[in-house]
C-alpha cells in the first residue's frame, strides 16, 4: 500500500532560468563559505582544521568564479562609488586601527 500526501498541484512546465541557477549556485556557495568558516574557527584538532581549511578555499574560489562568470555575463551589477565616498571611508576605517593596542600599525 502507498502512503502520501495529496498531491499540491503546481504548474508542470514550469523550469528555471540559466540566471536563477547560476544564481542558485552563488548564493549556495556563499552559504557553504560562510559555514566552512564558522566551522574552521572552531575545530579544535589540528587535521580536522586543514580539511576545512581546504573545503573552505575550493569554495571561496568557486564563489569567486560564478561571481567572475555572473559579471562578464552582465548578471551582475556593482554600483561605482566616488573618489570621495571611498577617501572617507578609508578615513573612518583606518582610525578603528588605533583603537586596538596590537594592532601592526607601530
Do not use: V, W
Request: hydrophobic letters at 25%.
Amino acid at each position: 500500500m502507498k502512503i502520501q500526501n495529496q498531491e499540491t498541484p503546481f504548474p508542470k512546465d514550469t523550469h528555471m532560468t540559466d540566471r536563477e541557477f547560476i544564481t542558485d549556485m552563488l548564493t549556495t556557495e556563499k552559504y557553504m563559505t560562510s559555514s566552512y568558516d564558522i566551522a574552521e574557527n572552531e575545530a579544535s584538532h589540528s587535521q580536522l582544521y586543514q580539511d576545512i581549511n581546504t573545503l573552505y578555499q575550493e569554495s571561496q574560489n568557486c564563489q569567486r568564479t560564478l561571481y567572475n562568470l555572473m559579471f562578464r555575463k552582465g548578471l551582475y551589477a556593482i554600483e561605482s562609488e566616488t573618489p570621495q565616498k571611498l577617501q572617507q571611508s578609508y578615513q573612518q576605517f583606518s582610525g578603528y586601527s588605533n583603537q586596538f593596542p596590537y594592532s601592526n600599525t607601530h
